[in-house]
């Protein structure tokens, strides 16, 4: 029972924080905001939205290392800067390509993010990969483009999605899949703590954020922003709130439940949030639409069960021939 609850908390968590986030993080880079006299204002800073997010995670994140125990640090700090920088331009390229696509078709890119890894991977690793694994990735690829050739924006009378938006949704998956392999490398060899890492990254972020505004006028633009339009400050600071919260959920789900159920969960709050997004922002799929975003979304589920399988197979199999010996 406690189990149960613990997990029905981190899912309720996980499903609040960032649906709330992806939601306003449409409203933000799409929609208009008026002011009291009735003017018009679209906030185009996403450097600014980043380094928000990342400095409220900052905080957060050496507040719990404060008051809580931790594993001693032993990782040179230097060896965070270069997820870190990843990190800011996969947050950057993610808001930007809300300028040219829609937001659902950005949650099913990040969904097909397991194909430019598994490129990556064989590529410059070497890597070998099983064949359901290869199946689900021609699945997911073929949704994705049933998805692309049934999405309109019947408002604009235009397509939504362009060329620009979908080299920002490949530069986005770059430059993340980059960050979690770096970040996988250093979890391997330094054993520090989830938290610690969110520490540590967030801190450069915060850094390289704040001397390219300061540099480009950035915070002067964006603070104007606020004064003229205070609706923009809530959502502003709900948007860094449950980007922080979502990330200390992420890494206590993982460490209480695993990595498959997260991702379970996650894939869950994908479709959820492309659902939210077409009924709250109006975003008109079609029937050929849909299909694809059922082909994705299943094939995703179908990678889970097959890896499963695949790895309780070879647990029976290794304990089976150490039993012969």
């Known amino acids: 029972m406690q189990e149960a609850i613990l997990l029905i908390f981190c899912f309720l968590g996980l499903q609040l924080t960032y649906l709330t986030w992806g939601l306003l993080q449409e409203k933000i880079m799409t929609q208009e905001y008026i002011d009291s006299g009735g003017a018009k204002?679209?906030?185009?800073?996403?450097?600014?939205?980043?380094?928000?997010?990342r400095i409220l995670a900052f905080v957060l994140s050496g507040l719990y290392i404060i008051f809580?125990?931790?594993?001693?640090?032993?990782?040179?700090?230097?060896?965070?800067?270069?997820?870190?920088?990843?990190?800011?331009?996969?947050?950057?390229?993610?808001?930007?390509?809300?300028?040219y696509v829609s937001f659902p078709?950005?949650?099913?890119?990040?969904?097909?993010?397991?194909?430019?890894?598994?490129?990556?991977?064989?590529?410059?690793?070497?890597?070998?990969?099983?064949?359901?694994?290869?199946?689900?990735?021609?699945?997911?690829?073929?949704?994705?483009?049933?998805?692309?050739?049934?999405s309109a924006d019947d408002h604009k009378g235009v397509a939504v999605t362009t060329f620009s938006g979908l080299i920002l949704l490949a530069s986005y998956m770059l430059f993340d899949s980059f960050t979690s392999n770096w970040q996988g490398e250093l979890f391997?060899?330094?054993?520090?703590?989830?938290?610690?890492?969110?520490?540590?990254?967030?801190?450069?972020?915060?850094?390289?954020?704040?001397?390219?505004?300061?540099?480009q006028g950035g915070f002067i633009h964006s603070i104007n922003f606020m004064t003229e339009f205070p609706k923009f400050v809530f959502d502003c600071l709900v948007l860094s709130v449950c980007s922080a919260a979502g990330q200390l959920f992420i890494y206590y789900t993982i460490a209480t439940f695993g990595p498959v159920v997260f991702v379970i969960?996650?894939?869950?709050?994908?479709?959820?949030?492309?659902?939210?997004?077409?009924?709250?922002?109006?975003?008109?799929?079609?029937?050929?639409?849909?299909?694809?975003?059922?082909?994705?979304?299943?094939?995703?589920?179908?990678?889970?069960?097959?890896?499963?399988?695949?790895?309780?197979?070879?647990?029976?199999?290794?304990?089976?021939?150490?039993?012969?010996?």
């Open 105 to 150: 078709t950005q949650v099913l890119a990040k969904a097909s993010k397991i194909i430019p890894v598994m490129i990556m991977g064989k590529i410059v690793s070497r890597k070998k990969y099983e064949y359901y694994e290869y199946v689900t990735a021609v699945l997911i690829s073929v949704g994705m483009a049933f998805f692309m050739l049934g």
């Open 68 to 99: 809580t125990r931790q594993p001693r640090h032993v990782a040179p700090f230097y060896k965070y800067v270069y997820c870190s920088f990843s990190n800011i331009m996969s947050s950057w390229c993610q808001y930007e390509a809300l300028k």
């Open 41 to 53: 204002g679209h906030f185009t800073d996403s450097q600014f939205l980043v380094f928000v997010n």
């Open 188 to 215: 391997s060899h330094y054993g520090m703590s989830s938290v610690q890492m969110m520490c540590g990254v967030n801190l450069f972020s915060c850094l390289f954020t704040a001397v390219s505004l300061a540099q």
């Open 265 to 325: 969960i996650m894939t869950i709050r994908q479709g959820l949030a492309i659902l939210l997004s077409c009924f709250i922002y109006q975003h008109h799929i079609t029937a050929v639409g849909i299909i694809g975003v059922i082909i994705v979304f299943v094939s995703v589920f179908l990678r889970i069960y097959c890896n499963q399988r695949l790895r309780a197979i070879r647990k029976r199999t290794q304990a089976s021939s150490s039993i012969k010996v």
